[in-house]
T-cell receptor, first 114, second 111 residues
Framework: EAGVTQFPSHSVIEKGQTVTLRCDPISGHDNLYWYRRVMGKEIKFLLHFVKESKQDESGMPNNRFLAERTGGTYSTLKVQPAELEDSGVYFC????????????FGQGTRLTVV | DAKTTQPPSMDCAEGRAANLPCNHSTISGNEYVYWYRQIHSQGPQYIIHGLKNNETNEMASLIITEDRKSSTLILPHATLRDTAVYYCIVRVYGANSKLTFGKGITLSVRP
């Protein structure tokens, strides 16, 4: 069975440009999470979808970040316009419905804003 | 903020047991202890979780003290591939809530 897949694996963009990250969760996983690690910092939670609904978006840094999960399948995270401090590794994770299920993480997208 | 504290690093010899400590003195009654690890440049990987009883799976064992204020992750026979950052996380069970990562502990397995 395929794991959590993230596209692209790397992205280098200029400040002010737009980038869209994609996450394909494991089939049947209603829960989908976005996290990121910026250089030298800890992994931080961004938001949590349950199917297509945003359950918790308390970690979204500002309104330049927009996450969607249309149809409750894959998710996208758009950064518009990108700033230098957005550089980091963005991880997606998914888990089965039901309490306390383990989260499976993708390999991450390394975003570099220059 | 993370509710756990871990030493920044430790090492062990290949083939020996690695015992990774974690303090979570403010853990609530409905919070479980989870362990994840991140091998260089990969996404975090689930290892094990528990409430109050000791747990074991194919990867590791988790020993939680009776007062639940601390726990130890045991890798019984560490290999070079176990070199990673290990995160101890407390999380409310049943809510599918977020994982709050701290700094973790860097385990270096030496040949």
């Amino acid at each position: 069975e395929a794991g959590v897949t993230q596209f692209p694996s790397h992205s280098v963009i200029e400040k002010g440009q737009t980038v869209t990250l994609r996450c394909d969760p494991i089939s049947g996983h209603d829960n989908l999470y976005w996290y990121r690690r910026v250089m030298g910092k800890e992994i931080k939670f961004l938001l949590h979808f349950v199917k297509e609904s945003k359950q918790d978006e308390s970690g979204m840094p500002n309104n330049r970040f927009l996450a969607e999960r249309t149809g409750g399948t894959y998710s996208t995270l758009k950064v518009q316009p990108a700033e230098l401090e957005d550089s980091g590794v963005y991880f997606c994770a998914s888990s089965l419905p039901g309490g306390g299920a383990e989260a499976f993480f993708g390999q991450g997208t390394r975003l570099t804003v220059v | 903020d993370a509710k756990t504290t871990q030493p920044p690093s430790m090492d062990c010899a290949e083939g020996r047991a690695a015992n990774l400590p974690c303090n979570h003195s403010t853990i609530s009654g409905n919070e479980y202890v989870y362990w994840y690890r991140q091998i260089h440049s990969q996404g975090p990987q689930y290892i094990i979780h528990g409430l109050k009883n000791n747990e074991t799976n194919e990867m590791a064992s988790l020993i939680i003290t009776e007062d639940r204020k601390s726990s130890t992750l045991i890798l019984p026979h560490a290999t070079l591939r176990d070199t990673a950052v290990y995160y101890c996380i407390v999380r409310v069970y049943g809510a599918n809530s977020k994982l709050t990562f701290g700094k973790g502990i860097t385990l270096s397995v030496r040949p």
